[in-house]
């Protein structure tokens, strides 16, 4: 926002520059009695630059109705469809797929299958807006092992099983492997220049529209000492507020793959247990991390279960822990060769 | 009880020698003319004007010489201004028949306990008409987290409109339920989102200009004013100014508009004496700041909502579930705040 832009008589606009006023953020912050004298302007004057800022700030956003998100009509503050999980029951699950503005977050034991789900978003991504993808590609963070290259090409083999709606000749020309890019990041230095300097100029050129981060927990619990929670929670929540600002502002899904901790003393838990009463274990990374995510998922192995609609393997639970749109249900699915499905099993039951 | 001259707001020195020239009640000043209180009380004339246009001014206004609302008057215009019922009959009858109009109210709790789901609530039920127990008003929403969906409006909205429907008896009911339909209600609920904290300051500041261009807003909710005040915060004390002011101009905006206010606010681990516990987010004094704070939390596999401060109601504990209704096990269709015994 420029000073020099807003409808002011030039005579108070110098006056707030002399002042070394230069943005919003430094008009607004400031009280009424502050700006009278810092620019030794009279009080309706400093009103009226209040104003003036307060309205080229707004103006970028103005003012909608529900009806008009309804409708479809501001597709910038509501897209209207969701990213597909490349699988129909758990596409039902999450009342259409993935949210494609906010965090996404995926927690579970390791072995669970979070990344295989995060490489099964990376190539539903690139699937025209028909077929339930973005028509762009995906970000994979890498923080703990290195990105598992082979799995990839087995699942990129196979599509034509898991998505079988999309016909043989448009799948053939979308270039899978070309639009994943990878990035490692060995500390949380190198995480958030990633963030803040790289991954945007991705979303900026329209390369990519979904961004993966696996595991957002490792960086965070193996740098900071168990005292230094005041110091983790800061650095977490500058994280998640740039990966807000750049879900929100390229219209962009970001899943987050977490890990999880131990219920250590369910009975004597001050923190909240989220009402999951008989769980073993939660979500790692504390309440800060907690109030930034839009919303939560859990998977599960389900061991001494049966295996489910004939598939091999242990069978998996993917539970919606936490969603301001979706109930607290679960889904059971399984990990194949062309990726992880769930099914319609009455497994599906509200936990509450 | 007559109001004295020493309250008036002029300036001390003409204060002192009106009182000393015999001046107590203002009632004695009212039928003087600028000369003549000039002469007798030593001032200028110019002193004189001001001083009873001071008071004069008051008078034409409608209030008493004494000056101001008397208390008898003050609670019949705060009956008349209604409350927002929720739906859950435990949780209205907690906030003694709903969430306050003309008040600003806090909602605290820890993720996925309830508040946005509250909020939205609230936010259709304002809407319900006055035949129903309703406000028919409209509503304003301002997102800075990014949680409101407009997929869980619609559900709660289809479940009051069916709600309503179910209860209508008369004409008069049936023929306002013709104005409450999934499309009216959908078009009088009008979302801000702000992304950062001076988005939210600039939007506040120009809330009261839409509030008089809209005047049947009923409810103004802020989901959640924590979230941008939490980070890029180095200096907590112009934070805590910032809030101060925030909650002033609320407050100024719930008494001036007669809207209720919600605030939505976040849970922190306070770590103290070896044992965590949580509190509400932004800080001790932030406390002070709305009139009323609901406090939802866990216990066990059960949502409880306590009525933590409140000048008007004792505290309660009261437990809520998020109900939803299922017509097909594989799509969830409505859902609203539901009581259930407290067992």
């Known amino acids: 926002m420029d000073i020099g ?98 965090i996404t977050e995926l927690a579970g034991e390791s072995g669970a299958g979070k990344t295989q789900l995060g490489l099964q978003l990376c190539l539903t991504v690139q699937y025209p807006r028909e077929y339930g993808g973005l028509s762009s590609g995906a970000v994979f963070i890498c923080t703990e092992d290195s990105f598992p290259i082979k799995r990839l090409r087995q699942l990129i083999t196979l599509q034509s099983r898991l998505k079988a709606d999309c016909p043989e000749d448009q799948r053939r020309r979308i270039p899978f492997s070309d639009n994943i890019y ?78 999880v901790t131990d219920v250590v003393d369910p009975s004597g838990l001050a923190v909240s247990n989220m009402g999951l009463a008989e769980t073993k274990v939660l979500p790692a990374l504390g309440m800060a991390w907690a109030n930034q995510v839009l919303v939560r998922l859990m998977l599960r192995r389900m061991e001494g279960h049966k295996s489910v609609d004939g598939w091999s393997g242990t069978p998996r639970k993917l539970e919606v822990l936490l969603a301001p749109h979706l109930p607290r249900t679960s889904c059971l699915c399984s990990i194949v060769e062309e990726g992880v499905r769930g099914s319609f099993t009455p497994g599906s039951t509200p936990l509450d | 009880m007559q109001r004295t001259v020493s309250s008036l707001p002029i300036a001390p020195p003409v204060k002192v020698k009106l009182i000393s020239s015999g001046f107590q009640y203002v009632a004695d000043l009212c039928d003087l003319r600028p000369l003549q209180l000039s002469k007798e009380a030593g001032i200028s004339q110019q002193e004189a004007v001001d001083v009873l246009q001071e008071v004069r001014g008051k008078r034409d206004q409608g209030v008493a010489p004494g000056g101001g609302l008397t208390a008898l008057e003050l609670f019949e215009k705060e009956q008349g201004l209604g409350s927002i019922v929720t739906f859950c009959s435990a949780l209205d009858s907690v906030l003694g028949g709903g969430l306050p109009v003309g008040k600003t109210s806090e909602v605290c709790g820890a993720p996925g306990v309830g508040k946005t789901q509250l909020c939205i609530q609230l936010a259709v039920d304002v809407q319900i008409p006055l035949c129903f127990g309703g406000l028919g008003g409209h509503a304003v929403y301002i997102d800075t987290e990014g949680s409101f969906l407009v997929q869980r409006v619609v559900d709660m909205a289809e479940a009051a409109v069916k709600h309503c429907s179910l209860l209508a008896e008369d004409t ?152 939803v209704s299922i017509c097909n096990p594989l799509t969830v269709t409505s859902g609203s705040f539901h009581h259930s015994s407290i067992h």
Request: contains cysteine; glycine residues 4%; hydrophobic residues 40%.
């Open chain 2, 172 to 323: 008069e009911q049936r023929e306002a339920l013709k104005g409450f339909t999934l499309e009216t209600i959908l078009s009088n609920l009008f979302l801000f989102r702000c992304h950062d904290y001076v988005e939210l300051l600039a939007e506040i500041y120009l809330l009261p200009d839409f509030l008089a261009q809209h005047p049947e807003v009923r409810l103004v909710v802020i989901d959640s004013i924590a979230f941008p005040f939490r980070h890029d915060f180095e200096d907590l004390s112009q934070r805590t100014r910032l809030l101060n002011g925030l909650a002033q101009q609320l407050i100024q905006m719930a008494t001036q508009h007669n809207i209720a206010v919600v605030l939505t606010n976040q849970m922190t681990t306070k770590v103290g004496n070896g044992q965590s516990k949580l509190v509400p987010a932004l800080g001790e004094s932030w406390g002070h700041a709305a009139t009323q704070r609901l406090i939802l939390h866990w216990e066990g596999q059960q949502r409880l909502a306590s009525l933590y401060k409140s000048p008007s109601h004792p505290e309660a504990t009261v437990p809520y579930q998020i109900t």
């Open chain 1, 182 to 259: 990878v990035e490692h990041a060995a500390d949380l230095g190198a995480l958030q220049t990633c963030i803040s300097q790289r991954v945007p100029i991705l979303l900026s050129q329209g390369l990519v529209r979904l961004v993966v981060v696996d595991s957002v927990a490792a960086l965070f619990r193996c740098e900071f000492r168990p005292e230094e929670t005041v110091e983790r929670a800061r650095h977490l929540l500058a994280f998640a507020s740039t990966l807000h600002r750049l879900s929100h502002s390229f219209c962009a899904p970001v899943l987050c793959i977490n890990q």
């Open chain 1, 5 to 102: 832009h807003l409808e002011l008589n030039p005579r108070i606009i110098n006056a707030v520059k002399k002042a070394n006023l230069r943005s919003a953020r430094d008009i607004l912050s400031l009280s009424d009695s502050d700006l009278q004298r810092l620019t030794h302007l009279s009080a309706s004057n400093v009103r009226s630059v209040r104003s003036a800022v307060a309205l080229a700030c707004r103006s970028r956003s103005p003012a909608v109705t529900a009806l008009q998100l309804y409708r479809g009509e501001r597709p910038a503050l509501e897209p209207g469809h969701k990213l597909t999980t490349g699988c129909p029951a758990l596409d039902s699950l999450l009342r259409g797929g993935v949210s494609l503005t906010g």
